[in-house]
C-alpha cells in the first residue's frame, strides 16, 4: 500500500509540474508560489491579457472528496486585449467559470463553491435600435470586484459592475447584479440583504 501510494505520488507531482510549465510557459500565466491545481483547469486569454493567481490558492476541478457536484471544471478566460483576472492568496475556487471581458479582481482567502458563474460582461451589447445586427456586436465589460474574505455560495451568478465587499456571503443561487455591502448576507434572486453582520 505504501509504495503504490509513493509512486502515485510521484507522478502526480510529474503531472503537477508539467502543468504548472503549461500554464506559465505556454499560455504565460502569472503563478505565485504553492498554487495547487486539483485537475485540469481550462485557461484561455488574448495575447495581451493577464492571469495573475496568487500565493497558496487552490483551483479545484476534481469531483473527488468534494462535497458537492461539479458540472465542470474551473474555467478562466480573458479573452480581449488587456483584460484582466487576478486572483489573491489563499483562495479556494472550485469549478468555477471565470470570465472577464474587462477586469475580474478577487481579493485573499475569498472562497467560492461549485458551479458559480463571474462574467463582467455580456457576450453582445443590446442592440434594440438593430437587433438582427446583435450577432456582430461585442460588449466591453465593467470590471468586478470582490474584495477580501468573500464566501461566495454554489450556482452564484455574479454580474458586471459589482462590487462585493469583504467579508460578506453570497447565499447559493443568488444573482448578484448590484453592490453587497462588507460583512452582509445576501441571497436570492432578486438579491436581497438577508442580514447585516456589521452593525
Given at each position: 500500500?505504501?509504495?503504490?501510494?509513493?509512486?502515485?505520488?510521484?507522478?502526480?507531482n510529474i503531472?503537477?509540474?508539467?502543468?504548472?510549465?503549461?500554464?506559465?510557459?505556454?499560455?504565460?500565466?502569472k503563478?505565485?508560489?504553492?498554487?495547487?491545481?486539483?485537475g485540469?483547469?481550462?485557461?484561455?486569454k488574448?495575447?495581451s491579457?493577464?492571469?495573475?493567481?496568487?500565493?497558496n490558492?487552490?483551483?479545484?476541478?476534481?469531483?473527488?472528496?468534494?462535497?458537492?457536484?461539479?458540472?465542470?471544471?474551473?474555467?478562466?478566460?480573458a479573452?480581449?486585449?488587456?483584460?484582466?483576472?487576478?486572483?489573491?492568496?489563499?483562495?479556494?475556487?472550485?469549478?468555477?467559470?471565470?470570465h472577464?471581458?474587462?477586469?475580474?479582481?478577487?481579493?485573499?482567502?475569498?472562497?467560492?463553491?461549485?458551479?458559480t458563474?463571474?462574467?463582467?460582461?455580456?457576450?453582445h451589447?443590446?442592440?434594440?435600435?438593430?437587433?438582427?445586427?446583435?450577432?456582430?456586436?461585442?460588449?466591453?465589460?465593467?470590471?468586478?470586484?470582490?474584495?477580501?474574505?468573500?464566501?461566495?455560495?454554489?450556482?452564484?451568478?455574479?454580474?458586471?459592475?459589482?462590487?462585493?465587499?469583504?467579508?460578506?456571503?453570497?447565499?447559493?443561487?443568488?444573482?448578484?447584479?448590484?453592490?453587497?455591502?462588507?460583512h452582509t448576507?445576501?441571497?436570492?434572486?432578486?438579491?436581497?440583504?438577508?442580514?447585516?453582520?456589521?452593525?
Open positions: 500500500m505504501g509504495v503504490t501510494f509513493k509512486i502515485f505520488n510521484k507522478l502526480y503531472f503537477t509540474s508539467l502543468l504548472m510549465y503549461f500554464y506559465c510557459g505556454i499560455i504565460n500565466v503563478l505565485e508560489s504553492r498554487v495547487l491545481f486539483k485540469i483547469c481550462s485557461i484561455q488574448a495575447k491579457a493577464r492571469i495573475e493567481i496568487g500565493k490558492t487552490v483551483l479545484n476541478s476534481n469531483n473527488y472528496g468534494y462535497h458537492l457536484n461539479m458540472f465542470a471544471k474551473c474555467k478562466l478566460l479573452d480581449r486585449p488587456n483584460a484582466l483576472i487576478k486572483i489573491g492568496d489563499n483562495c479556494r475556487i472550485h469549478a468555477t467559470c471565470i472577464a471581458f474587462n477586469e475580474i479582481i478577487i481579493g485573499n482567502r475569498v472562497l467560492i463553491a461549485a458551479n458563474q463571474i462574467i463582467d460582461g455580456n457576450g451589447q443590446l442592440s434594440m435600435h438593430d437587433p438582427e445586427n446583435r450577432i456582430h456586436t461585442t460588449d466591453n465589460g465593467k470590471p468586478i470586484q470582490i474584495g477580501d474574505d468573500v464566501w461566495i455560495g454554489t450556482n452564484v451568478l455574479i454580474l458586471g459592475g459589482v462590487t462585493i465587499g469583504k467579508g460578506a456571503v453570497i447565499a447559493a443561487n443568488t444573482l448578484v447584479n448590484k453592490d453587497v455591502l462588507s448576507l445576501v441571497g436570492g434572486n432578486p438579491m436581497t440583504l438577508l442580514k447585516d453582520y456589521s452593525k
